[in-house]
Every structure is written in C-alpha cells, then in structure tokens.
C-alpha cells in the first residue's frame, strides 16, 4: 500500500470516526434532556404535595382557604396577611411550573394538571382581586397566560 492510499484510508477511518462521535453526543443530550424533565417533574409534583400538606397539616389554613376562596366574608388584617401570603406562594410555585414549561423541560400533562388548577384558583373573585393588585411580582410571560385564564368578566 503507497503512503497515498494509506493516507486516503486514514481519512475515511477519520470520517467514520467524527460521525460515530456525532451520533453518540447526540444520544447523550437527548438522555440529559429526559434526564433535566424528569428531575423538573419531580420537583414540580414534591411541591404539589409539599403545599398540599401544609394545607392539610393545619386546619386554621385549612379554615381560612375556604373562607376566602367563598368570598362569604371578610377576613380579619391577620386572615388577609396569612391569605396574601399564601398565594403569593401558591402563584410563585405555579409560575415556577409555567417557566419550566415554557423552557421545554416539562411535559405537555403535568402542565396541563397545573393549568386546571390554576383555573380553579382564579376562578374565585377574592383570588382576582389580589391578582390585579399583585401581577407585577411575576414575568410579563406569567401575567400574559394568567390573565388569559381569567373568566371575561373579571
């Protein structure tokens, strides 16, 4: 074999080799993208039950949520504190979710369970209220999809 021809066979060894190296790196993103979804999934359903403990753990918030979300009546200074609190807390987990989701790092259906409960969230006018004074805390990207779940006549 001539130093050409082995030159020629190095060349197309070379070639066979960037393409093999291509396709594994391609593999690895793809497993680090499921990888990146699940770890969000699963931060995204430990906060779902984190806060779903709390409100059951202590029946006072327990109490004070369905006051407030009956709108029946008013809240005393420290029920209304305790009620801002909370959902401010409960719209910066959501808006957490919608990020994520907006970022491509979590499925259409976990967004889609968040997205029926924020509905019912917004549904409530005492909950209106506080979002038309308090919106500016979260992105204009948030706001935008939060105002669209917003019943017409809010």
């Given at each position: 074999m001539k130093?050409?021809?082995?030159?020629?066979?190095?060349?197309?060894?070379?070639?066979?080799?960037?393409?093999?190296?291509?396709?594994?790196?391609?593999?690895?993103?793809?497993?680090?993208?499921?990888?990146?979804?699940?770890?969000?999934?699963?931060?995204v359903?430990?906060?779902?039950?984190?806060?779903?403990?709390?409100?059951?753990?202590?029946?006072?918030?327990?109490?004070?949520?369905?006051?407030?979300?009956?709108?029946?009546?008013e809240?005393s200074?420290s029920?209304?504190?305790?009620?801002?609190?909370?959902?401010?807390?409960i719209?910066?987990?959501?808006w957490?979710?919608?990020?994520?989701?907006?970022?491509?790092?979590?499925?259409?259906?976990i967004?889609?369970a968040y997205?029926?409960r924020?509905?019912?969230?917004?549904?409530s006018?005492r909950?209106?209220e506080?979002?038309?004074?308090?919106?500016?805390r979260?992105?204009?990207s948030y706001?935008?999809?939060?105002n669209?779940?917003?019943?017409?006549d809010?």
């Amino acid at each position: 074999m001539k130093l050409s021809e082995g030159a020629h066979v190095a060349e197309i060894l070379s070639g066979i080799a960037v393409v093999v190296s291509l396709v594994i790196l391609i593999l690895e993103v793809q497993e680090n993208t499921e990888t990146q979804k699940l770890a969000a999934a699963q931060q995204v359903l430990g906060l779902s039950a984190t806060n779903n403990t709390i409100l059951t753990a202590d029946e006072s918030l327990s109490d004070l949520m369905s006051i407030a979300w009956s709108g029946e009546k008013e809240l005393s200074p420290s029920q209304d504190a305790r009620f801002n609190s909370l959902l401010l807390s409960i719209f910066a987990a959501h808006w957490q979710v919608h990020y994520q989701y907006e970022k491509g790092f979590l499925d259409r259906d976990i967004f889609d369970a968040y997205d029926r409960r924020n509905r019912q969230i917004v549904s409530s006018p005492r909950v209106q209220e506080w979002w038309r004074s308090n919106k500016f805390r979260f992105s204009e990207s948030y706001q935008d999809y939060v105002n669209r779940l917003l019943p017409a006549d809010a």
